[in-house]
């Protein structure tokens, strides 16, 4: 396998940064859920019911993410081309 | 209703007043956690450190690894969309905001200044800022950065001090499910001091935590918000001022309404578990 060049790497981390609050908000989910199945407690998955708008709150913000939403620009919501955000 | 964030420079090179307040808010919060930590480690009686809270060298520098790249990634991406001004801001005001409240709720509860026990953290990092390990203030950072963003970025046409009270309500949704999990004696992250049934608890966590997190996160971006707009109004050095003078202010109202509330609690209210399936 070829080694990635400089740009390669940080044409991930570009991707990595604009999409930073995504993952560290779905990181911190997954540990919540982690930890919730290491209690052996059935009744604690009910309270996933209260994390469920964040997650989805927090994944369709991806998406807009991926979408290119360009929130630098004073007109928010103005769609800017995919990558716009990142760039 | 105007829906844009005052947007700053994303692109300039550090200038001189973003430098000397980097450096500045870099060797306070440095110092006192160059202090803080061998006294955490080596004095654990000066603070009536909990026996329980120390030990697992490699469980401590991964947390703090992971708490300080993610900070680092979310800082770089709030450069990017917020620049640097507001991102400073956003970093130093949520460490010192986030640590002050947290160490005067830990160290209040230790010794006894009030008539109710708080919480005490069991797991940290390797770093402490006074008894609050730094892997919490730079989590409560991403936290609160990637609830805004995740709110202006989902409900992109309210205005940004809409956001900033709907990232508190995010942040208490998800703390509705953290903090039974992570304050259970299995986890064990952080316990809460006061006995059961000695005061209303939702889920085993007593209740004024719950609104404690949704005003803790929105208090502080309605101020941050507001800092914003000075920016662009007055210039940085007025809108850091306001900001710096606002953030203990708005912390003292924060613990001012939180305590109260609990007082009112455990005054008039049932001391019971508002729980089911041992919850």
């Known amino acids: 396998m070829a080694a990635p060049t400089a740009s390669g790497w940080r044409a991930w981390l570009d991707r990595i940064i604009r999409y930073a609050p995504v993952i560290s908000l779905v990181l911190g989910w997954l540990t919540v859920i982690a930890a919730a199945a290491t209690l052996h407690k059935p009744a604690i998955w009910w309270l996933t019911i209260f994390t469920l708008p964040v997650l989805g709150s927090t994944l369709y913000a991806g998406y807009r993410v991926h979408q290119g939403v360009d929130l630098r620009d004073p007109a928010v919501g103005r769609e800017a081309g995919p990558g716009a955000a990142s760039k | 209703m105007d829906a844009a964030i005052p947007v700053g420079a994303t692109s300039e090179a550090l200038d001189d007043f973003d430098r000397r307040l980097l450096i500045g808010a870099a060797i306070g919060i440095g110092l006192v956690v160059a202090v803080s930590t061998p006294v955490h480690f080596l004095a654990p009686s000066l603070l009536h450190v909990p026996a329980a809270g120390r030990g697992g060298f490699g469980q401590r520098l991964g947390l703090d690894l992971i708490s300080l ?202 001391h019971v578990n508002l729980g089911f399936g041992g919850l």
């Open chain 2, 69 to 270: 790249t993610m900070t680092a990634l979310c800082a770089a991406h709030s450069v990017r969309t917020f620049g640097r001004t507001a991102t400073i801001l956003f970093i130093i005001g949520s460490f010192v905001f986030t640590g002050a409240i947290e160490n005067f709720l830990v160290l209040s509860g230790r010794f006894h200044l009030l008539p109710f026990g708080t919480y005490t953290f069991i797991y940290g990092g390797l770093l402490y800022f006074v008894e609050v390990p730094v892997a919490i203030c730079l989590g409560w950072f991403t936290i609160a950065y990637s609830a805004f963003f995740v709110m202006h970025t989902v409900f992109r046409r309210i205005n940004p001090l809409w956001s900033a009270l709907l990232a508190g309500v995010f942040a208490m949704c998800l703390d509705l499910m953290e903090d039974p999990v992570m304050s259970s004696p299995a986890v064990n992250a952080w316990t809460w001091l006061q006995k059961p049934h000695s005061t209303l608890t939702l889920f085993s966590v007593p209740v004024y935590n719950y609104p404690g997190w949704l005003g803790v996160i929105a208090l502080f971006e309605l101020l941050w918000v507001k800092a914003r707009g000075w920016e662009q109004q007055l210039g940085k050095p007025v809108a850091t001022r306001r900001f710096f003078l606002g953030v203990p202010l708005v912390a003292a109202v924060y613990l001012g309404v939180v305590l109260g509330f609990e007082f009112f609690v455990r005054a008039h209210l049932p």
